[in-house]
């Protein structure tokens, strides 16, 4: 079987790492990738959205399977562009179509669905730049702080939370008439807040059966202790010691089951990974929001503990009998601390050399923001790479993440120190 992964992260390395230790796995093949993933597949200099470009590099390359890693082609419709093309129909797509993919680009479509089939989630209205007055309005009705949310794709930074109503009413102005996110923010939905701790559940489905994979906890901030601006992620814990037998299974039953169901219920054939940013309030969980991938570096913590063949999973969404498939889960713990440029998430250099990689032999190096020049390993991006560990405590994981980081070097390099430390 010759793969094709889409994307260029740490996740799309973490899957590239994994496939390649089935057997079932021939040619392994990335676009457009970055330096991690060009040691062990091909890279390819193609960009997920180009899908005409696609095209030809899966038949000139005899692709049997496309793994869409990133958000913006399964919204973009590469499921529908690979089912609507007679050369291509056949050549099974992990991820979900459009109208799936839908919950994770329109913030009001996922609130829509949520409430339409009884998912626990906080109360919430939509607003457009001609029913500004209202949005205002109804943010007076609300107790701080104050959650404003793009409805589009806006990179994991469309979400505001302020503890000021004047500036929650000014940033709703921002985004709704002056498109401080872009098209992304012509919708913006304001939601009550909830109170809690955060978590993230995986469900892998091929539309009929699904799994759930390893919980995890990711950092979005890029201070320490949870401070500052948002980023993409700066760490991740897998599992969620709160995350006990007790509480997944209220998240399966509230949560999972009304959620593959609410799928089949509106016709929408779902098959790929369903993200579930969860809430914990007091021992109950309340959806956040649904992502249509897996997480970022969620990624690089949950798939180190799968211990089966992560391609006999994927065979089981494409055939549709993921019922009949299995997996194991090693019960060590995962730590993730993501290395990202000075300056990130504003302005950051790229080009910076990397050294030190050689001498990490404890953990695993998820390339992100990378690309080999001229023999050397730079910096090509905002989040560099992640570190992670596996230990029988989250102190012991944490110890050879940070342990690893002492190794590598490059200009400006930042990381947060305290990423699990709210969970010890």
């Known amino acids: ?39 062990i597949a091909q890279n390819v200099a193609v960009s997920p959205t180009d899908f005409e470009a696609i095209k030809q590099l899966v038949l000139a390359k005899e692709i049997t399977m496309v793994i869409v890693g990133p958000e913006a082609p399964l919204v973009k419709g590469i ?29 009001d479509f996922s609130k829509q669905f949520m409430i339409k089939h009884n998912i626990p989630t906080a ?25 404003l949310k793009a409805d589009g794709l806006a990179g994991g930074k469309g979400v505001l939370i302020l503890n000021s109503l004047n500036e929650a009413k000014d ?19 304001i939601e009550e807040f909830l109170d809690g701790i955060e978590l993230s559940v995986f469900v892998l489905t091929d539309g009929k059966n699904y799994k759930v994979l390893p919980s995890a906890k990711d950092y979005k901030r890029i201070g320490e202790g949870d401070t500052g601006l948002n980023t993409g992620g700066m760490g991740a814990i897998s599992p969620v010691p709160f995350a006990n037998e007790e509480f997944l299974q209220k998240v399966e039953e509230r949560v999972i089951k009304p959620t593959i169901q609410g799928l089949q219920k509106d016709g929408i054939d779902y098959r790929g990974f369903i993200f579930i940013g969860l809430m914990n309030i007091n021992n109950n969980p309340f959806v956040v929001e649904y992502n249509v991938r897996m997480g970022d570096p969620e990624t690089e913590a949950v798939l180190p503990r799968i211990e089966s063949d992560l391609f006999d999973l994927f065979e089981g969404v494409a055939h549709q009998n993921l019922n009949e498939k299995s997996f194991t889960v090693n019960p060590k713990i995962a730590t993730t601390i993501m290395l990202v440029a000075g300056g990130y998430p504003e302005a950051y250099e790229k080009g910076k050399e990397i050294t030190g990689l050689e001498k990490v032999t404890y953990s695993t190096v998820f390339h992100a923001g990378t690309k080999q020049e001229n023999g050397k390993i730079i910096t090509n991006g905002g989040r560099v790479m992640a570190i992670t560990s596996l230990g029988d405590t989250i102190e012991e994981a944490l110890k050879l993440s940070y342990d690893s980081i002492e190794n590598i070097k490059f200009d400006k390099m930042n990381y947060r120190t305290d990423i699990g430390f709210d969970l010890i």
């Open 171 to 189: 940033e709703l102005e921002e985004m709704l008439t002056n498109h401080k996110f872009g098209e992304a923010s012509s919708r913006v939905v």
């Open 79 to 107: 499921h529908d562009f690979f089912l609507a093309d007679t050369d291509l129909k056949n050549i099974p797509v992990i991820g979900p179509k459009k109208d799936g993919a839908l919950l994770e680009g329109s913030k």
């Open 123 to 147: 109360k919430y209205q939509s607003f457009t730049k001609d029913s500004l007055v209202e949005g205002k309005l109804f943010l007076e009705t609300l107790k701080p702080p104050y959650v």
């Open 1 to 39: 079987m010759n793969i094709l992964i889409l994307g260029s992260g740490g996740r799309e390395h973490a899957f590239a790492l994994k496939l390649s230790q089935s057997k079932k796995v021939n040619q392994l093949f990335v676009a457009p990738g970055n330096a991690g993933t060009a040691i």
